[in-house]
């Protein structure tokens, strides 16, 4: 629409200036504004990466200043249902993007992601997918960003601060919250990036956080290379001067991120601590409740499709039958109508197929939940052993590099 | 079925007296047959586990001696096509699957995948997908594999050793092919894992390839901190000795690993010589022509599902057309037999809501082939730029380690 690319052209105005080395953004819907923002961004940002998925998305793009090396994408398992098309989230592709850049001497393995939205926080049938997602993202960060020197995760979490699967994020991977580390903060009350002023925003769906929430993240940690240091946040405050509406629905983010390298001496971090491990154990039983909550709906989900597909089965064997009796004998008269056969005829069929997706369906989500909980019940495992092992032996799950020869790196915005 | 449960039973005696240390399946098709090898197991293979995706997959499952700390799925964005239901690839929901042991003082990433099937290698409209699961194969290995020292990759690539994807995924990795690697070797004529021989083969989908074919693979590749060698190599060969029926349509692959610690040493290997990156841009390129391929033959198929969707359109509108001109003149007899009526709509309805899953599915096609263009793309970018700048300075993707301090490691097989 008309607005929207207006929006977008602001979008461009306030990035084009150069200020930010890397911009996140997780809302970009169609290739054609990629395009114009990488257009409007070509002589400031230079490197740019849109991530493909899904029937319209990801809607995950970054914009950087510096060489973007490497991209990877991971689409979520489970991400909503098809047939909720007014929600759209499952349209989207919903995944985490990664790209890899040089910044200095330092290796940073950005990510990028945006998961399933909460339409109703009482009642909120996505928990277990959201969960999974969750999951998975921390999967995948800590499996890929080994090499790296520096993390950053920026985001659309869909996901309070308090939040289960934020907990499970930051606990997992170690990642810190920039809102909560920044040594200066300027923006919205409380870090709120979904705020009520909003005109987008229906104010209802806010209740009871009647000024707004926090589900908007800039995560990111060092390695035994670098340091990272936040010395100052802001967020947008809704309306933009002279502007005739916001940029988004959603306030920006931006960190000020300081990288230091380090000169490696032995282990610095020692993540192996008792007590996050316990704590970590205590979320990871959390999230393998929720997910057991979603398998055991996904399941009466499936028996219900089933259930129906056997009714339409049966009453189309049923209709068949009532038909041929007066067919087989010839000359008798059809008692049915013509109109009312065919109808009913055309409703089970449809019946059948659609039970018949929805089974396939079903059962794909069934086994990605199972295959979450499985993992789950591994880690739980293994983190509960080191528990009972962390006096005697501190044996990490990754061991940590032996110690390396000092060397210089230059300090990086 | 009670030949594939003898089967599974066979397999399970086999492995039963310990040999091996990793065991990687492929096509366990069902959880029953799993749990029934993780019990005749559980003393020789006590650490197991089993991944789940798609309807009926993903058939990979992993049985260890060696603790598994640690396990990740990636499901290919492409595998074939759900209406192919007599291929079945889709339902299998096709993955690459990763555990992380600990092997003595070494951290080993062992990866199990399958890849979809190849149908007839003249017309292989599967070919784009197979690539692009290669490279999003070669993707995964290459960005989870910075932390170990020893990376293991067992499965059935359905793909002839100097096929474009296992090119592709071999240049990319650095990962060696056991069979060109080993030491000795015994098996069937060159290494033949799919041999005309078995009886549950149709000998006609082999042609040209008389005697039969390579297509199951264990690579392998050491780190800084380990080197890897093959020993041994041996596959099964055909029957079994005073059994009824084969192992398995495939041939089994053994390879005897030793792993050898190495006391670290600034940059042992430099995987950044020109000719090497220059045979990975050719190999790109070629996977890049590949998936446009893909692309193309997947919009046309978007198109003609389009066009039939209109068709359909126009064509009930028609007949609702035809049908309300006697029903607006009331009185008028209806020209329509009821009948063909309902039949004709029915069609309709048909044709539009297939037309419309199809063009779903075919976007999502089309995004994922565009975005492993697009990572290839920038990909062969990099690798032009480090191929130019060759001489001038060696910046590598990954900067290698710093050296390390050197470390006493057990020797291990």
Known sequence: SKQCAQRYAMIGDLL???????????????EKDFLGLKKKLAFSHPHSHYFKSGVIGSGLAIFCKHRIHDTFLYRYSLNGYPYMAHHGDWFGGKAVGMAIIQIGNLTANVYVTHLHAEYCREKDSYLPHRVVQAWELQQFIRHTSAGADAVILGGDLNMHPQDLGTRLLRSYTGLRDAYLETSQFDGCEDGMTLIADNPFINKKELVPFEKGIRIDYILFKGSQKAEVHCDFMYTTKGSVPEKPFPYSDHEALTADLRLKPLIAQGTTHDNNDSSKVAEL?????????????????????????????????????????????????????????????????????TILITTFLLYLFYTMELKSLQGAEDQMRLAVGGLQERLRGVSVDHTPLRKPPEGEEPSAFDTEK
Chains 1, 2 share one sequence.
Not at 16 to 30: R, Y
Not at 285 to 292: G, I, S
Not at 307 to 318: P, S
């Open 281 to 349: 154990v205590d979320i990871l039983t959390e999230a393998r409740t929720e997910v057991k909550v979603g398998l055991h709906c996904a399941e009466r989900m499936r028996y219900t499709a089933t259930r129906t597909g056997i009714m339409g089965l049966a009453l189309l064997i049923l209709e068949l039958a009532i038909a041929a009796v007066p067919w087989l004998a010839l000359g008798a008269e059809q008692p049915f109508p013509r109109t009312s056969f065919y109808l009913l005829a055309a409703l089970c069929c």
């Open 16 to 30: 084009s200036n150069g200020e930010h080395d890397i911009v996140l953004l997780q809302e970009v819907w169609s």
